[in-house]
């Protein structure tokens, strides 16, 4: 049976068959065979992006959808009814910050048709992927190599060799996979006395890039989200699956944070090196701290709590304006609700008063179970502990649902795929 993605798919292309486009990267052969997690790019001309627009919109179940315009191409983010995603990019320059490096009007030279899609030949679809790569400083991914290596090898030779003919260059399938400095180099020469990159252009695209940069970092799309719950509740489990589904099926950059932001090391890392200290960290039991001073506790806190004051800016810039979505291990509500974790013994209501000058990410789960579930998982915490950890941690974020405009939502955790189509319709929400 088919998803709301897949039938949008096949209907989407029927209603662009007139079009002038070419869809790029395709080497599946039918449309039918695009993996679920792949996004679909369309090289097109700027002023049939309205029609496309329109189709999109009244496309039949269609949840929810996302776009963003930028000078040379615009992006659709596709949520449906069923829980599945699609990404579009719609190219109208296929350009590198200020250098176009293959024109519309070659590669739709090369386009032919193919079960129904239009797409370009195999010796272009091999120069696209190797300039794209090369100019990003990156080697051909493996899923292409495979493709190619698949070619009859008459025609892997044709398009090999078509591509060492046109830029003077030595390259093979064997060393296609790798980033080659002195290829990049050769490529960014002979594109920057191409006529189509002269003097006029490369000034226009110069501000473009520019321009599109500025406003990819004020719109600033990363997003701060945190996974919070006692030992046993299965919150790491959930936080991986939560991981590889922004990675894979949203297309999102992912960074995973434990507890904090971590501008300031572990403090037993004076002690011990930053690489002992985390091993001790990883290895030591929760809540086995044995401190009782109130001083030592006010010290510690004040020290972790300008962690949170000062990272969260640093965090900011160097992740969310770059578009990451920022998954945090446990966050500051630790501090309120379990400080013995941290070996800090302070009144809660200090740590609950003091949160109003930390960052509110927009997404807080808090993962629970019933204590005779979680005892079966780890057996790290009574059940007393359990239970009263589990009441603290719901009471705060009822308090904070009420108080704040960010979501703060408990989440019953105990068949797996149930917990993550909840944490996934969220997700769809501030995506």
């Not at 065979?33 to 996004?39: A, E, H, L, T, V």
């Not at 519309?104 to 300039?131: C, D, M, Q, R």
């Given at each position: 049976?088919?998803?709301?993605?897949?039938?949008?798919?096949?209907l989407?292309?029927?209603?662009?068959?007139e079009?002038?486009?070419?869809?790029?990267?395709?080497t599946?052969?039918?449309?039918?065979?695009?993996?679920?997690?792949?996004?679909?790019d369309?090289?097109?001309?700027k002023p049939?992006?309205p029609?496309?627009?329109?189709?999109?919109?009244?496309?039949?179940?269609?949840?929810?959808?996302?776009?963003?315009?930028?000078e040379?191409?615009?992006?659709?983010?596709l949520?449906?009814?069923?829980?599945?995603?699609?990404q579009i990019?719609?190219?109208?320059k296929?350009?590198?910050?200020?250098?176009?490096?293959?024109?519309?009007?070659?590669?739709?030279?090369?386009?032919?048709?193919?079960?129904?899609?239009?797409?370009?030949?195999?010796?272009?679809?091999?120069?696209?992927i190797?300039?794209?790569h090369?100019?990003?400083?990156d080697?051909m991914?493996?899923?292409?190599?495979?493709?190619?290596?698949?070619?009859?090898e008459?025609?892997?030779?044709?398009?090999?060799?078509?591509?060492?003919?046109?830029?003077?260059?030595?390259?093979s399938i064997?060393?296609?996979n790798?980033?080659?400095?002195g290829?990049?180099?050769?490529?960014?020469?002979?594109?920057?006395?191409?006529?189509f990159?002269?003097?006029?252009?490369?000034?226009?695209?110069t501000?473009?890039?520019?321009?599109?940069?500025?406003?990819?970092?004020?719109?600033?799309k990363?997003?701060?989200i945190?996974?919070?719950?006692?030992?046993?509740?299965?919150?790491?489990?959930?936080?991986?699956?939560t991981?590889?589904m922004?990675e894979?099926?949203?297309?999102?950059?992912?960074?995973?944070?434990?507890?904090r932001?971590?501008?300031?090391?572990?403090?037993?890392?004076?002690?011990?090196?930053?690489?002992?200290?985390?091993?001790?960290?990883?290895?030591?039991?929760?809540r086995?701290g044995?401190?009782?001073?109130?001083?030592?506790?006010f010290l510690?806190?004040?020290?972790?709590?300008?962690?949170?004051?000062?990272?969260?800016?640093?965090?900011?810039?160097?992740?969310q304006?770059?578009?990451?979505?920022v998954?945090?291990?446990?966050?500051y509500?630790?501090?309120i609700?379990d400080?013995?974790?941290?070996?800090i013994?302070?009144?809660?209501?200090?740590?609950?008063?003091?949160y109003?000058?930390?960052?509110?990410?927009?997404?807080?789960?808090f993962?629970?179970?019933?204590s005779?579930i979680?005892?079966?998982?780890?057996?790290?915490?009574?059940?007393?502990?359990i239970?009263?950890l589990?009441?603290?941690?719901?009471?705060?974020?009822?308090?904070?649902?009420?108080?704040?405009d960010?979501?703060?939502?408990?989440i019953?955790?105990?068949?797996?795929?149930?917990?993550?189509?909840?944490?996934?319709k969220e997700?769809?929400?501030?995506?």
């Amino acid at each position: 049976m088919i998803n709301n993605r897949q039938e949008f798919i096949k209907l989407f292309f029927e209603e662009i068959a007139e079009l002038d486009y070419t869809l790029l990267k395709f080497t599946e052969g039918e449309l039918s065979k695009i993996d679920d997690n792949s996004d679909l790019d369309l090289l097109l001309e700027k002023p049939t992006l309205p029609f496309l627009n329109s189709i999109i919109r009244n496309a039949e179940n269609l949840e929810s959808m996302d776009v963003s315009n930028l000078e040379s191409m615009s992006q659709f983010f596709l949520f449906f009814k069923d829980g599945s995603f699609l990404q579009i990019d719609c190219l109208f320059k296929l350009i590198r910050k200020n250098l176009i490096y293959l024109t519309n009007e070659y590669v739709f030279a090369n386009t032919k048709n193919i079960n129904g899609v239009k797409t370009y030949s195999p010796t272009v679809l091999f120069e696209h992927i190797v300039l794209f790569h090369q100019l990003n400083n990156d080697g051909m991914p493996s899923k292409y190599v495979k493709y190619f290596e698949s070619l009859p090898e008459a025609q892997l030779f044709e398009v090999i060799d078509s591509f060492n003919k046109k830029y003077n260059w030595d390259l093979s399938i064997s060393n296609v996979n790798k980033e080659d400095p002195g290829l990049n180099e050769t490529l960014v020469s002979y594109l920057d006395h191409q006529p189509f990159n002269g003097f006029s252009t490369k000034i226009k695209s110069t501000f473009n890039y520019f321009k599109d940069t500025f406003l990819n970092l004020i719109s600033c799309k990363g997003k701060v989200i945190t996974f919070s719950g006692v030992d046993g509740a299965g919150k790491s489990t959930i936080l991986a699956e939560t991981q590889e589904m922004l990675e894979k099926k949203f297309r999102k950059k992912v960074i995973v944070l434990r507890h904090r932001p971590s501008l300031l090391p572990i403090l037993s890392s004076v002690q011990y090196g930053k690489k002992g200290a985390e091993k001790r960290a990883a290895e030591k039991m929760p809540r086995q701290g044995n401190n009782k001073s109130s001083l030592g506790s006010f010290l510690r806190f004040a020290y972790y709590y300008t962690d949170y004051l000062f990272g969260q800016w640093y965090i900011f810039f160097r992740y969310q304006m770059f578009n990451y979505i920022v998954l945090y291990d446990r966050y500051y509500f630790d501090f309120i609700v379990d400080g013995k974790r941290s070996n800090i013994i302070l009144d809660s209501r200090i740590t609950k008063l003091l949160y109003r000058f930390v960052h509110k990410p927009k997404l807080n789960f808090f993962l629970y179970a019933p204590s005779q579930i979680i005892l079966k998982r780890k057996k790290e915490l009574s059940a007393k502990d359990i239970d009263s950890l589990t009441t603290n941690y719901q009471d705060l974020f009822a308090n904070f649902s009420d108080k704040y405009d960010q979501k703060y939502l408990p989440i019953k955790n105990i068949d797996k795929e149930v917990t993550l189509d909840y944490i996934q319709k969220e997700l769809q929400n501030i995506l």
